[in-house]
């Protein structure tokens, strides 16, 4: 089970974090990933963060945003700076690319 939080409305340029608690075992060992879902609710990847803290980002959040985890509390996290609206969708957590949040919503307007 997978949950997310930090979600909210912003102004452009401005920041967010966004967290994820995982519950069970293991979680040490998964890939968890971060995805959004936009208008068109095409679920797209902004990032992966592997077992060995290695990361990965679409081009287009690259050097804005930041993925992280914190095995001892089982969580991951999503460091979200100069946002855009094109940022704006739904954000999911996913561990191992089968086991999904129920999201949560990121609007960048101002």
């Known amino acids: 089970h997978l949950a997310e939080s930090g979600g909210g409305l912003v102004r452009p340029g401005r920041s967010l974090m966004l967290s994820c608690t995982a519950s069970?075992?293991?979680?040490?060992?998964?890939?968890m990933s971060w995805f959004r879902q936009g208008p068109d609710n095409s679920r797209d990847l902004v990032a992966h963060i592997y077992n060995n803290g290695r990361t990965e980002y679409v081009d287009s959040v690259k050097g804005r945003f930041a993925i992280s985890r914190d095995n001892q509390r089982n969580m991951v996290f999503l460091d979200m700076t100069n946002l855009k609206p094109e940022d704006t969708g739904l954000y999911y957590c996913?561990?191992?690319?089968?086991?999904w949040g129920q999201g949560t919503r990121v609007t960048v307007s101002s």
């Open positions: 996913c561990a191992g690319g089968s086991i």
């Open positions: 069970g075992r293991n979680f040490e060992f998964y890939t």
